[in-house]
DNA sequence: AGGCTAATGACAGCCACTGACAATTGACAA
DNA sequence: TTGTCAATTGTCAGTGGCTGTCATTAGCCT
């Protein structure tokens, strides 16, 4: 890699750094994106040439990790049934994905701006848009694994419909709450997996009592 | 209502269905708010005045149609079972949205900008947002009406993701294919919703062969 | 060293959106 | 009916995200 690549790059993590920085401490609405570029002391243009716009940079990291949980369930033995293919293969990508986040920037810093991420309605918006695209992805890859046709059979994309649902409702209650581990969050998901069966269950009340 | 507010109904109708009009011929990115304003003779601060933003325009009768889901599980029998109340919910409103559209906007042209909201990627991610909110809602009500406390048990989310993510692949699958009827709607909403059990089940292989 | 090409900066402009102020128009009492 | 008050609207100016254009700079390669 030559010189101009290096500070290319160099440039890029730079900017990215920066942004993040901003938004976990002053929030992301309140970042301009000429703050961005003050700050690397670059013009705004060349913010734009690196990132598509201000949100790009915000989804940089979870890009990453979108890439790797893909990966992980396109290598999960094929024996696996569906629903366990999904699961581990979310829950083995986190090691991964904290190995090529650290890479890049902070994991602490990434946690700050999950965070800002579920907290800002128009980046809300985006990172589901961005979940409902993997969805897509991985419904394919059910499909396949399992010889279907996945518009002919609705069952791939109902599966990972119901598991990226249980997944959303686990990361909003581990961003906002106290453990923001790894462990932490492996944990919540797992329980919460198994509370798939027993939520659709018919009678929640006649189980309560004895 | 005297003339000053029915004036004001006035305009804002007129700035919706311009509004709704332009996005379903000419698409959402490629109508500004200044042609909005200009096909009904008003300044553009003036639209603004009305809806907070573009996008407020897109989904105002989706939020209507929220509300009277909302109403429709708020007034389910207690007896009826998690999943099944929310099944009914939604199968049953549809009347009621039908008829509310009617009143504010063409259902046909309230079909076509539907259509224009799943493919425009702002709006579908706005779309998704909303729709998170609303499970938030309707995970509220299924709690209290077992007598559960939301954050404490997680069923109730978990049942709400699950047969949010059945509604939303749905509602691609039909926004998307040819039709665009309330029946077709409906039947497809019923035949998703009992593939649940099929795609949760373990192989699928197995169920295949005889 | 010098020509070539990629990266950058400077500038102008579009669009969504907001604040401020003045002009207009309906409401309501005298 | 008219005059006053309050709500509605238009105009103007400005901010922030984002893009196209063009001249300048800086690394690359012979």
């Given at each position: 890699?030559?010189?101009?690549?290096?500070?290319?790059?160099?440039?890029?993590?730079?900017?990215?750094?920066?942004?993040?920085?901003?938004?976990?401490?002053?929030?992301?609405?309140?970042?301009?994106?000429?703050?961005?570029?003050?700050?690397?002391?670059?013009?705004?243009?060349?913010?734009?040439?690196?990132?598509?716009?201000?949100?790009?940079?915000?989804?940089?990291?979870?890009?990453?990790?979108?890439?790797?949980?893909?990966?992980?369930?396109?290598t999960r033995p094929p024996d696996e049934?569906?629903?366990?293919?999904?699961?581990?293969?979310?829950?083995?990508?986190?090691?991964?994905?904290?190995e090529a986040v650290v890479e890049l920037?902070?994991?602490?810093?990434?946690?700050?701006?999950?965070?800002?991420?579920?907290?800002?309605?128009?980046?809300?918006?985006?990172?589901?848009?961005?979940?409902?695209?993997?969805?897509?992805?991985?419904?394919?890859?059910?499909?396949?694994?399992?010889?279907?046709?996945v518009d002919a059979d609705p069952r791939?994309?109902?599966?990972?419909?119901?598991?990226?649902?249980?997944?959303?409702?686990?990361?909003?209650?581990?961003?906002?709450?106290?453990?923001?581990?790894?462990?932490?969050?492996?944990?919540?998901?797992?329980?919460?997996?198994?509370?798939?069966?027993?939520?659709?269950?018919?009678?929640?009340?006649?189980?309560?009592?004895?």
């Amino acid at each position: 890699m030559n010189l101009r690549e290096r500070k290319k790059r160099r440039t890029r993590d730079a900017l990215l750094r920066a942004a993040l920085e901003l938004f976990a401490t002053r929030g992301y609405e309140e970042t301009t994106v000429d703050d961005i570029a003050a700050a690397v002391d670059v013009s705004q243009r060349t913010f734009f040439r690196y990132f598509a716009g201000k949100e790009e940079t915000a989804f940089f990291v979870p890009r990453l990790a979108e890439t790797l949980v893909v990966e992980a369930l396109r290598t999960r033995p094929p024996d696996e049934v569906p629903l366990e293919a999904l699961r581990r293969a979310v829950l083995e990508s986190w090691d991964a994905i904290n190995e090529a986040v650290v890479e890049l920037v902070p994991i602490e810093l990434h946690l700050r701006v999950y965070r800002v991420i579920e907290s800002t309605p128009a980046l809300l918006a985006a990172h589901l848009r961005r979940s409902a695209e993997l969805e897509e992805q991985l419904a394919g890859i059910i499909a396949e694994r399992e010889g279907l046709d996945v518009d002919a059979d609705p069952r791939p994309r109902i599966v990972v419909a119901l598991f990226g649902g249980v997944i959303r409702v686990t990361e909003r209650l581990w961003s906002t709450g106290g453990d923001l581990t790894l462990d932490g969050m492996r944990e919540l998901t797992t329980t919460y997996l198994d509370q798939v069966g027993p939520a659709l269950a018919g009678n929640w009340r006649a189980e309560q009592s004895p």
